[in-house]
């Protein structure tokens, strides 16, 4: 039961490519976020879902496609990878939505040369 | 506009020793605030809320409206709390939309 899994956990692409992130969860929850990690700035929203069928977006959007098909799945796209979308990129899904707890996945280390 | 500070970026301090990790906030409104850890090589997890009051791991946050902070402290300092911590920041049912602060790196040294 791993809750949250992310795939691929590394890639390298160039400047240009395009790549899909994929999350899927087990624990039913309806809301789920992408983030990114970078150092010295903390973690950023991308964008988030907050039941199958809707995203929006969040603080950081520009690059970057999502896709919720189905409840367990929120995908994360990258049309054209610049070296600034280098990153660790968070899929989470709000575990409690009275406390507010996000379940983070293990994170995709993601590098454009 | 909504921020949350961290100002240290790295915090090294010998096992046994008190620790206090800043947090200093800006929101308009009634935030909720939050303490995530990530240990080596784990995911990030949720350590501590304010509004639940509660001590994990022995670390307690006291919210400071006044002074707009959520430091979290520990008086007793283990190695096995070394990891990266981020001070977050929840609107009124934003649910996870979380603003996270830039974190801090605890060393804890034999």
């Known amino acids: 039961n791993a809750g949250v899994t992310q795939t691929p956990k590394f890639q390298v692409l160039k400047t240009g490519q395009s790549m899909t992130l994929q999350c899927a969860q087990d624990?039913?929850?309806?809301?789920m976020y992408w983030y990114r990690q970078d150092p010295g700035m903390g973690l950023r929203l991308i964008y988030y879902?907050?039941?199958?069928?809707?995203?929006d977006k969040g603080e950081v959007p520009n690059g970057y496609n999502v896709s919720r098909l189905n409840k367990r799945e929120f995908s994360l796209r990258l049309e054209s990878a610049a070296p600034s979308q280098t990153s660790v990129y968070f899929c989470?899904?709000?575990?409690?939505?009275?406390?507010?707890?996000?379940?983070f996945g293990e994170g995709s280390r993601l590098t454009v040369l | 506009a909504q921020r949350v500070t961290q100002p240290e970026k790295l915090l090294s301090v010998f096992k046994g020793a008190p620790v206090e990790l800043k947090c200093n906030y800006s929101?308009?409104?009634?935030?909720?605030l939050f303490w995530y850890v990530q240990y080596s090589r784990q995911r990030l997890q949720l350590l501590l809320r304010?509004?639940s009051r509660e001590s994990i791991k022995g670390f307690t946050a006291d919210l400071n409206k006044g002074e707009t902070s959520f430091h979290l402290k520990k008086p007793f300092a283990q190695e096995e709390d070394s990891a990266m911590y981020y001070c977050?920041?929840?609107?009124?049912?934003?649910?996870?939309?979380?603003?996270f602060g830039q974190g801090t790196e605890l060393s804890v040294k034999p």
């Open positions: 989470a899904i709000l575990a409690g939505v009275l406390t507010g707890e996000l379940f």
């Open positions: 624990m039913n929850h309806n809301s």
């Open positions: 879902s907050a039941s199958e069928g809707t995203t």
């Open positions: 929101y308009s409104g009634s935030p909720e």
């Open positions: 304010h509004i």
């Open positions: 977050a920041l929840s609107g009124y049912n934003q649910g996870g939309k979380l603003i």
